[in-house]
């Protein structure tokens, strides 16, 4: 499971929310194994005067991931590569926690069977 946030420009991004989305999609389930039909992708759009980082470009974009733990150092490493090299600025940030701290259908996580690897 991974829920992923990305964070831009309202004038950058509102227009190519679904390349975003595909193209981080397309990079999880290519690295990490995610099934294909398994997208919870959420945008967080600002005007320009409300997203400041004055070191990067009008594209810069956000992506952060939040998942289940168990993703090896070198999975990790493969994800970040992939979605840099979709994007011209971004900067990807994992936040892992233990699958017990996930509900899913009214179910912690670590109790699911869950057809797909964590462990990468």
Do not use: T
Not at 29 to 50: C, I, N, S, T, Y
Not at 57 to 62: A, C, M, P, T
Not at 81 to 108: C, L, M, T, Y
Request: charged content about 35%; some cysteine; hydrophobic content about 40%.
């Amino acid at each position: 499971m991974a829920h992923v946030k990305l964070y831009g420009r309202r004038d950058v991004w509102a227009e190519r929310r679904r390349e975003a989305s595909d193209a981080v999609h397309e990079c999880l389930v290519q690295e990490w194994g995610l099934p294909e039909d398994k997208r919870f992708h959420r945008f967080f759009l600002m005007d320009a005067e409300d997203f400041l980082c004055p070191q990067r470009g009008e594209s810069y974009l956000i992506v952060e991931i939040l998942c289940f733990a168990g993703r090896s150092e070198e999975a990790k490493r493969r994800l970040h590569r992939a979605i840099s090299a979709r994007f011209d600025e971004v900067e990807i940030i994992i936040v892992e926690s233990p699958k017990v701290n996930w509900g899913i259908r009214g179910v912690p996580a670590d109790e699911l069977a869950l057809p797909y690897r964590v462990e990468v």
